[in-house]
């Protein structure tokens, strides 16, 4: 069973903010879950019988920087929550030491 | 004049003949959806303007005397995962409820130049993640044949639409099962292309190696219709192909002598009597057009589900990143810092599915548990797609039930997510192994709710899967939704 201090471990490693009814319930879930993915260690698997889907994939892209005009960009800043002057507002990244 | 459960085929027909304008034909679908929507809520957002103005355009061209491009004039729906640009698409996530999209996902932009009508977005499970559409913050998809059960997730709203006819066909994604399995429950045709065919460019990302898009339609002929029109390279998605596409008139050749492979150990995964019985009886049906039956061994395709829970949840904690509140979407105003808008924008944005598969992703990926998990689930993949390749050297398709049985109950298995991923359980390893799959509605469960059964196909060979469900289908007169009705 995962520890509570596991699950707020894991929401803080996502950046998530959870309740503490959901620690709760979010424990009995992930652990009854991973009980299930841990079947895959039952299967020994040789290192020779591994090989990568042989697909014709598209090539690299070219290395070049490809340009937005104006207008894109600005389309673009104006979908942040908060904006001012063509440029995306946020708190403060670093905090004053105390 | 009735518009009820028109395909592709017969509404360009009808056009051409002008026994109805692309605008009554529109409106025929608006009305539906408007009157229907409160209860089965299969849609998010509706374009009545657009899609009318886009009628005009076809009649006008049609009153001209000019030919019709592909799919012109055709109403249909696209899942709310996909951008169209200048509308809101939401994931069915409250984190994007607001987002206005930028541009055209690819596969929009082919629809559009192929001259389909767009009529609204379809309800889906929040950032597709979820098998029964309950998920959505929009509000669960009620089943058109039983309001009192899910119509299968995640691309329930556009299987729902399309069996209740409020729109010819839809495009949904499929990253374990999320086009086949809600057009099993839902009764109508759900086909996933091979990962590769069709661009991911415009779509929201869940599970960037699995995701693909694919239509879910009436019948098999307008799904490879579709499929036409919407597959092929795109440079903005590297992992799309330039292979050549089956043709319509390949569908009907016959199927004499074609090899269909059964899994033995797809029928210890836990289906239902009614659904192995459908494909008994399928196996009669091909045995008697000349097809070669065969049983195959797929031993270690019990692993397929478990590598899935593995990798899958490991993307999203990747793709879900970026979901800050700074640069889109939603942004909580209480928060103090920049630490705390992160932290609070996303514990109030996602629900609760979303935020299982975020802490399932960090910990498979964890220092410690990398290996065990992460690095072995990528493994099994390899082994798994080995093993399909080595049985597509014995047959050329697998025949097995789509879903263990028909459409659970609202709320039956919300509280029990490990249930809930094993409706996936027949579905998922064509993902994993990068195969081609559809689904096609068999028969009537002793509950009167549809089943399906599923076509599996190697890599880049879809014409062999949807000439076999072409002639399936066409043999059947399993009902739509409207005969029922009636």
Same mark, same amino acid.
């Given at each position: 069973m995962l520890t509570e201090q596991e699950v707020l471990k894991l929401a803080a490693l996502n950046k998530l903010a959870i309740t503490d009814d959901e620690v709760k319930s979010l424990q009995k879930d992930i652990t009854s879950i991973i009980g299930y993915v841990d079947k895959l260690q039952e299967l020994k698997i040789n290192k020779d019988s591994l090989l990568f889907a042989d697909l014709d994939l598209a090539g690299p892209r070219h290395d070049v920087v490809v340009g937005l005009v104006k207008s894109e960009t600005e389309k673009l800043v104006k979908m942040a929550p908060d904006t001012q002057d063509n440029l995306i507002v946020t708190k403060a990244i670093f905090n004053e030491r105390s | 004049m009735s518009f009820a459960y028109l395909t592709i085929a017969q509404i360009k027909k009808r056009l051409k003949d002008k026994e109805f304008s692309a605008r009554e034909l529109v409106e025929y679908y608006l009305n539906k959806i408007e009157t229907e929507n409160p209860e089965l809520n299969a849609f998010i957002s509706i374009d009545r303007e657009g899609a009318l103005r886009s009628a005009d355009e076809v009649d006008q061209k049609i009153a001209r005397g000019e030919t019709l491009r592909e799919l012109e004039g055709i109403p249909c729906a696209i899942k709310d995962l996909l951008l169209v640009k200048d509308h809101q698409a939401t994931a069915g996530s409250r984190i994007l409820a607001d987002y206005i999209a930028p541009y055209d996902a690819e596969v929009v932009q082919r629809l559009k130049n192929a001259g389909a009508i767009i009529l609204g977005k379809n309800n889906c499970d929040e950032f597709a993640m979820g098998s029964s559409n309950e998920t959505s913050a929009f509000g669960p998809v009620k089943n058109p044949w039983n309001q009192d059960y899910v119509p299968g997730g995640s691309s329930g709203g556009s299987a729902a639409a399309v069996?209740?006819?409020?729109?010819?066909? *839809?495009?949904?994604?499929?990253?374990?099962?999320?086009? %086949?399995?809600?057009?099993?429950f839902c009764g109508v045709v759900g086909f996933k292309p091979t990962y590769g065919r069709v661009s991911r460019n415009g779509v929201i990302a869940m599970t960037s190696s699995l995701d693909q898009v694919g239509p879910i339609t009436k019948n098999v002929e307008d799904s490879a219709e579709v499929f036409r029109v919407i597959a092929g390279e795109d440079p903005l998605d590297a992992t799309t192909v330039n292979l050549p596409l089956p043709s319509l008139a390949e569908l009907?050749? /016959?199927v004499k002598g074609l090899k269909i492979g059964l899994p033995k150990e797809y029928f210890n995964l836990g289906s239902s009597a009614e659904a192995e019985q459908v494909v008994a009886k399928a196996v009669k049906t091909f045995k008697s057009w000349g097809a070669e039956i065969k049983e195959v061994s797929l031993p270690r395709t019990t692993y397929a589900l478990a590598a899935y829970y593995v990798l899958m949840p490991a993307e999203v904690s990747s793709n879900l990143a970026r979901y800050d509140g700074?640069?889109?979407?939603? %942004?909580?105003?209480?928060?103090?810092? +920049?630490?705390?808008?992160?932290?609070?924008?996303?514990?109030?944005?996602?629900?609760?599915?979303?935020?299982? %598969?975020?802490?399932?992703?960090?910990?498979? &990926?964890?220092?410690?548990?990398?290996? $065990?998990? !992460? #690095?072995q689930a990528r493994k099994v993949q390899q082994v798994l797609a080995a093993d399909y390749a080595k049985v597509f050297q014995e047959v050329d398709i697998l025949? *097995?039930?789509?879903?263990?049985?028909?459409?659970?109950?609202?709320?039956? /298995?919300?509280?029990?997510? +490990?249930?809930? !991923?094993?409706?996936?359980?027949?579905?998922? *390893? #064509? /993902?994993? #192994?990068?195969?081609? #799959?559809?689904?096609?509605? $068999?028969? &009537?469960?002793?509950?009167?709710?549809?089943?399906?059964?599923?076509?599996?196909?190697?890599?880049?060979d879809e014409e062999k899967i949807l000439r076999a469900a072409y002639h399936y289908q066409t043999s059947r007169s399993f009902p739509n939704l409207g005969e029922i009705k009636n």
């Amino acid at each position: 069973m995962l520890t509570e201090q596991e699950v707020l471990k894991l929401a803080a490693l996502n950046k998530l903010a959870i309740t503490d009814d959901e620690v709760k319930s979010l424990q009995k879930d992930i652990t009854s879950i991973i009980g299930y993915v841990d079947k895959l260690q039952e299967l020994k698997i040789n290192k020779d019988s591994l090989l990568f889907a042989d697909l014709d994939l598209a090539g690299p892209r070219h290395d070049v920087v490809v340009g937005l005009v104006k207008s894109e960009t600005e389309k673009l800043v104006k979908m942040a929550p908060d904006t001012q002057d063509n440029l995306i507002v946020t708190k403060a990244i670093f905090n004053e030491r105390s | 004049m009735s518009f009820a459960y028109l395909t592709i085929a017969q509404i360009k027909k009808r056009l051409k003949d002008k026994e109805f304008s692309a605008r009554e034909l529109v409106e025929y679908y608006l009305n539906k959806i408007e009157t229907e929507n409160p209860e089965l809520n299969a849609f998010i957002s509706i374009d009545r303007e657009g899609a009318l103005r886009s009628a005009d355009e076809v009649d006008q061209k049609i009153a001209r005397g000019e030919t019709l491009r592909e799919l012109e004039g055709i109403p249909c729906a696209i899942k709310d995962l996909l951008l169209v640009k200048d509308h809101q698409a939401t994931a069915g996530s409250r984190i994007l409820a607001d987002y206005i999209a930028p541009y055209d996902a690819e596969v929009v932009q082919r629809l559009k130049n192929a001259g389909a009508i767009i009529l609204g977005k379809n309800n889906c499970d929040e950032f597709a993640m979820g098998s029964s559409n309950e998920t959505s913050a929009f509000g669960p998809v009620k089943n058109p044949w039983n309001q009192d059960y899910v119509p299968g997730g995640s691309s329930g709203g556009s299987a729902a639409a399309v069996a209740a006819d409020q729109c010819v066909f *839809s495009i949904g994604t499929d990253t374990g099962g999320s086009i %086949r399995q809600p057009a099993s429950f839902c009764g109508v045709v759900g086909f996933k292309p091979t990962y590769g065919r069709v661009s991911r460019n415009g779509v929201i990302a869940m599970t960037s190696s699995l995701d693909q898009v694919g239509p879910i339609t009436k019948n098999v002929e307008d799904s490879a219709e579709v499929f036409r029109v919407i597959a092929g390279e795109d440079p903005l998605d590297a992992t799309t192909v330039n292979l050549p596409l089956p043709s319509l008139a390949e569908l009907a050749h /016959n199927v004499k002598g074609l090899k269909i492979g059964l899994p033995k150990e797809y029928f210890n995964l836990g289906s239902s009597a009614e659904a192995e019985q459908v494909v008994a009886k399928a196996v009669k049906t091909f045995k008697s057009w000349g097809a070669e039956i065969k049983e195959v061994s797929l031993p270690r395709t019990t692993y397929a589900l478990a590598a899935y829970y593995v990798l899958m949840p490991a993307e999203v904690s990747s793709n879900l990143a970026r979901y800050d509140g700074i640069r889109f979407g939603k %942004r909580v105003p209480e928060a103090k810092d +920049l630490e705390e808008i992160y932290r609070l924008t996303r514990g109030q944005g996602f629900g609760k599915e979303v935020k299982r %598969r975020l802490l399932i992703g960090a910990y498979v &990926l964890s220092a410690g548990q990398k290996d $065990a998990y !992460y #690095a072995q689930a990528r493994k099994v993949q390899q082994v798994l797609a080995a093993d399909y390749a080595k049985v597509f050297q014995e047959v050329d398709i697998l025949l *097995s039930p789509t879903t263990p049985g028909p459409a659970f109950k609202l709320g039956e /298995n919300l509280t029990d997510p +490990l249930t809930m !991923y094993l409706a996936d359980i027949f579905t998922v *390893s #064509a /993902n994993i #192994a990068g195969l081609c #799959a559809i689904s096609v509605p $068999a028969e &009537l469960s002793e509950s009167g709710l549809p089943l399906g059964l599923q076509f599996i196909g190697p890599a880049f060979d879809e014409e062999k899967i949807l000439r076999a469900a072409y002639h399936y289908q066409t043999s059947r007169s399993f009902p739509n939704l409207g005969e029922i009705k009636n």
